[in-house]
């Protein structure tokens, strides 16, 4: 059976209507007009295979029958439908992507029920906590989040023009950062409701499509019709959150003097610009802005490490050997690795991609990706998957070696690597909304109630006592006052 009938959401353009895709529906909600209450049509969050995302949007003649089909969380197969590449001025998007698609009368939605290539549950586009301050002016996207729940106040109920409201005030953190969360009446309801399900601790959640606000100069995030919350879902990212949360150094303890000098920014380079660098820059880093044009599927796409000495073996007489300790490893731990050519208007370079950028860009482990292969029956095929950087911008972190500075390398390895639009720190808001939006917004403020204004979560005067608190003893004062830290820029060149 061929496993390549269907076009990847990443090459799909405006030429041509004719597309087949399949993809697992994540999200789907309705689009209201907030000021006439009129209903616009439905938004749809799908991704495929490689867990490319898009946003597909559903007029509202096309409604009734898209209704009583999609489903999230089903696969799907859509044929014949249009591809059209963002404005640029549009706001609240909650994909990260330039082009959407949008259906017509001659699209066909199929669910899927035969056998294909694996699809993950679920995709996600993470920030970490530490970015929302820099998004809390920035009307263009929505963002997605993962945090362990420290605290959940009790439910604030208030009286507004009549009609009874309430939101649910709770605390989330990384361990570096904790922010504010504010859930809105029934989505308030439904957190508190599936909250009451679960008896693992800590509760780890995830958040997608949230909105950074700001309210009485407080950071909070809140919620959109785009939203939806995740509990203790298994995913990769939140076994390495649980996993990473039950080290006793998981919150960040160090306080920064306001004295200290702020790290310095980075560098942003041209390639010939990288490639005229002397001496004095060997073990520092530097960053540039580069598109990828090729992954090279000759080599190989991860590296075998001995599990104890923790350096790459060699093949030996068949075997894998470690040249440090001489054990013989059956089945040593494996990292992905992917070797890249980069440019931009002044050069071309090599580039090496590490492991745990790679990890968190596609949201798989290697053993997972294996797998999805032994299951494709693609043998020993270039996985599909890490094709992901082809054609795309990315700010690379560059670690500038003896090897590149000295000896004459001109393979460089990345530290960190963002996709463009994913910097937190080199967001252009645009000043002007849109009259419609693709969605209604809940509220970009705290609703004011008959107290004089909904209070903060950790502030406020009407609870009597926290619905739950996780807390690590030996941690006490950390959670109480939260380190202060730096704020580390990139910038665009």
Known sequence: MSFNKYESLSR????????????RAQTLWKSINKKTGEFKGYNLIAFDDSSERIHAYISAQLSAVVADVLKEGEIYIFQNFKVAHYNGDETNRAVRNV????FSNETKIEKDTGLGLKIAPYSFDFYTLQCMDGLKNDNRFLTDVIGVIENIEDKVV??????????VPLTITDGRTSINVTFFNEFGDKFLEEIDTIAERPLIVIITSAKASEYNKQLYLTHFPATRFYLNIDHPSVHKLRKRYGQPNFYTKKDISKDEEPEPVLPTMKISELKKLTEDYIEKRVICMLNVKKVD????????YCTQCDIEVLTVDGVYKCTQCSRVMPYPDKRFQLYTLCSDETGIIPVIWPNEEIVRLIG?????VELDIEESGEGDKFPQLLKFPLKKNYNFTIALTKENLKEGSKVYKALQIYEVMDVCATHSPKQQQNEIQAQTEVTNVLENHSKGGSPQTGNSTNKTRPRFMVEKESEKEVNEHPPKLKNIKQEKP
Request: proline letters at 0%; a negative charge.
């Open 158 to 167: 208030y009286m507004k023009d009549g009609v009874e409201k309430s939101h």
């Open 364 to 368: 798989k482990e290697i053993y997972e």
């Open 297 to 304: 599927e000759k080599m190989n796409w991860y590296i075998c």
């Open 99 to 102: 082009k959407h698609i949008y």
């Open 12 to 23: 799909l353009d405006d030429s041509r209507e004719d597309w087949v895709i399949r993809v």
